[in-house]
């Protein structure tokens, strides 16, 4: 069983930046890959960054630019820097592990842009 643990959501004003964490534990065996979605409300859960164990990304093209994602693989944690950011990127952001064909689920972190 894996379990992960998201943090850095909140409020920030339009033009912020912000930094989501998420920290995995529990049986973690390589390769994997890690990722960031979000998902609105009614909405279906997207994709906003991926990262493989060996550093290759996969960015939304909704974010590019103005995200980065990185890991921590002694860490097993995850990060999203998420910079210029727009009250459109306002949602609930989620993390994602793949390890071989099993998928877990954070539980989900709010970021609000709005002033």
């Known amino acids: 069983q894996v379990q992960l643990v998201e943090s850095g959501g909140g409020l920030v004003e339009p033009g912020g930046s912000l930094r989501l964490s998420c920290a995995a534990s529990?049986?973690?065996?390589?390769?994997?890959?890690m990722g960031w979605y979000h998902q609105a409300p009614g909405e279906e859960r997207e994709l906003v960054a991926t990262?493989?164990?060996?550093?290759?990304?996969k960015y939304a093209d909704s974010v590019k630019g103005r995200v980065t994602i990185s890991r921590d693989n002694a860490k097993n944690t995850v990060y999203l820097e998420m910079n210029s950011l727009k009250p459109e990127d306002t949602t609930t952001y989620y993390c994602?592990?793949?390890?071989?064909?099993?998928?877990?689920w954070g539980q989900g972190t709010q970021v609000t842009v709005s002033s």
């Open positions: 994602k592990v793949t390890i071989r064909s099993a998928v877990y």
């Open positions: 529990g049986s973690i065996f390589s390769p994997t890959i």
């Open positions: 990262i493989t164990n060996y550093g290759l990304t």
